[in-house]
């Protein structure tokens, strides 16, 4: 029997998951706007030179670009670059305070702290910094393989729908309140983090869902993201440092999410039951309850149907309530596994039957996974950020068996793509596909038509008919909408939820789906500007 609406808010508000009240004043939610280096660096171990740790830090920096008067640099290596590289850089900038890991000269005009871990002392320094946010918001951990961004996504959007203000800290799109800022597949520092979830109090949230990569959180440069609830999706076992695969453990991977604070356990532990690393994750775990969720009828929730068909999917859920039978917009594959998987966090948050019924009944698809772009036109159009040939091939089949037409496919490959990968890229599309144009994605300083005459060497072997070059990616995508009959289905690969493209060492502004929209007579002038704005603010 369903609870009355809001039931389960109730049980929040008892059990303590929801967030704090706000104090009045200088509040605990709330940046200080003076701090010295001694109160964010307390607790961490350091060795301080050229100065008094007492100087006031205005912010914490580990992007040269974004350091100003009063920042603490912090220096340490990433995708990016060795910041150690850029310190003379962040003096220049008005840096005060110089935190280093590395063995090196010493700055004699500001304080140098030298620490162990420069990420780790990072992270403890923006919980101190910015009043420790976490501490008023139920934050959800979401790790393993790459399907836990689309994982993080969905329980966001599944807590949203069942009444529960939640904010997202993830590499496809941060989202609180009504703002979102899209990603480009990097996930935020701990500077990020923190900051973004002051916002997310300020606004109201009772719950944070963190995206948590297990190779950046294991081993060298750790840092452990605190949380209340665990999630551990499939796919840990290729994660780097993780699984028997890379000579990890199932401990290694918990290590990368520990309890909130001073507790000793998790208040709720997910896990996906039909993966060996997650479910040994699960179990290693201390929790004061633990969800399973998969395909065996042992989990607790259990998914036991899923019709595709072409606009998404039908699912048959046996969760402790109850059964659940309900239609949901999505088609990607790992999105409808680890969909199981945001079922049972709210599982754990105790939502009602009825509310998650809802929930599910109002979810969109995760931005960029098979993402459906409908102006009311008689063919189907997705964006999908497959590059490679194993999710390429994975999209294109779930689409082959969802649809009635033709399959036509827009896609290129990128400067990150080998001769030999690129060729593979162009055999595959030519045997899945009836028709492709082949495109820029990303060429950065290389030749656009070069790249796409590779591609276009590897369709020439199997289908030399069947596809043509347009490098103007804006240009193929209108010649797709134009070609499309009806019933048939457009795929734009590539992209999916990124908004530019790289060309000659440059970022400019690219949305695939405004230009669909586009060439489909839909006017989108104001949205790509909007888009052109976030990118600009994204870049500073």
Wanted: proline share 4%.
């Amino acid at each position: 029997m369903c609870r009355a609406p809001g039931s389960h808010l109730r049980w929040l508000r008892v059990s303590g998951w929801n967030r704090r009240p706000r104090s009045q004043g200088n509040n605990d939610n709330q940046m200080r706007t003076q701090i010295s280096l001694r109160e964010i660096l307390d607790g961490t171990s350091w060795r301080a030179y050229g100065g008094a740790l007492d100087i006031p830090v205005a912010d914490l920096q580990y992007d040269v670009r974004k350091v100003r008067q009063g920042s603490a640099f912090f220096a340490f290596a990433s995708a990016a670059g060795d910041g150690h590289n850029n310190i003379t850089t962040a003096l220049e900038r008005g840096a005060v305070a110089i935190v280093y890991e590395r063995p090196m000269f010493r700055p004699a005009r500001v304080v140098a702290v030298r620490v162990p871990d420069s990420r780790t002392a990072m992270a403890r320094a923006a919980e101190v910094f910015y009043g420790h946010p976490e501490k008023q918001l139920t934050v959800i951990g979401v790790t393993g393989g790459e399907a836990r961004s689309g994982a993080a996504f969905l329980v966001r959007r599944l807590l949203q729908n069942a009444g529960i203000e939640s904010g997202l800290v993830g590499s496809v799109v941060d989202e609180y309140g009504e703002r979102a800022i899209p990603k480009f597949g990097v996930m935020p520092e701990s500077v990020d983090a923190e900051k973004l979830m002051v916002g997310m109090v300020r606004s109201g949230c009772a719950a944070c869902v963190l995206e948590v990569r297990p190779w950046n959180v294991v081993g060298q440069n750790s840092v452990t993201a605190r949380c209340d609830i665990a999630l551990f999706v499939h796919g840990m076992g290729q994660a780097n440092g993780c699984g028997t695969q890379r000579g990890g453990t199932s401990e290694s991977c918990v290590l990368g999410l520990a309890p909130k604070g001073n507790q000793k356990r998790f208040s709720a532990v997910v896990c996906d039951h039909d993966d060996a690393v997650a479910s040994a994750c699960g179990r290693s775990a201390r929790a004061g309850r633990m969800v399973t969720c998969g395909t065996s009828p042992a989990a607790d929730v259990h998914l036991q149907e899923c019709w595709l068909h072409g606009d998404g999917a039908r699912l048959r859920l046996k969760v402790p309530g109850g059964p659940v039978s309900v239609a949901v917009p999505i088609l990607h594959r790992e999105d409808l596994r680890v969909l199981v998987g945001a079922v049972g966090v709210a599982v754990a948050f105790d939502v009602p039957i009825c509310s998650l019924r809802d929930a599910l009944e109002n979810l969109t698809a995760v931005p960029g996974h098979l993402e459906a772009v409908d102006c009311g036109q008689p063919f189907r159009v997705f964006v999908d950020s497959a590059r490679r040939k194993t999710g390429l091939s994975k999209a294109l089949a779930v689409l082959r068996q969802t649809g009635r037409g033709r399959l036509l496919l827009v896609f290129g490959a990128g400067a990150d793509h080998t001769h030999e990968e690129r060729v593979e890229l162009g055999e595959l599309a030519a045997r899945m596909v009836d028709y492709a144009i082949v495109t820029a994605d990303n060429p950065r300083c290389e030749s656009p038509e070069e790249i796409a005459s590779e591609v276009g060497s590897g369709m020439r072997r199997i289908k030399p008919h069947g596809f043509e070059i347009e490098c103007d990616r804006r240009a193929a995508i209108a010649k797709a909408m134009n070609m499309a009959k009806r019933g048939d289905t457009v795929l734009i690969a590539g992209k999916g939820h990124l908004t530019c493209q790289e060309v000659n060492h440059a970022i400019v502004p690219f949305d695939d789906r405004i230009y669909v929209r586009e060439s489909l007579g839909v006017a989108e002038s104001l949205e790509r500007t909007r888009r052109c704005n976030e990118l600009e603010l994204i870049n500073r």
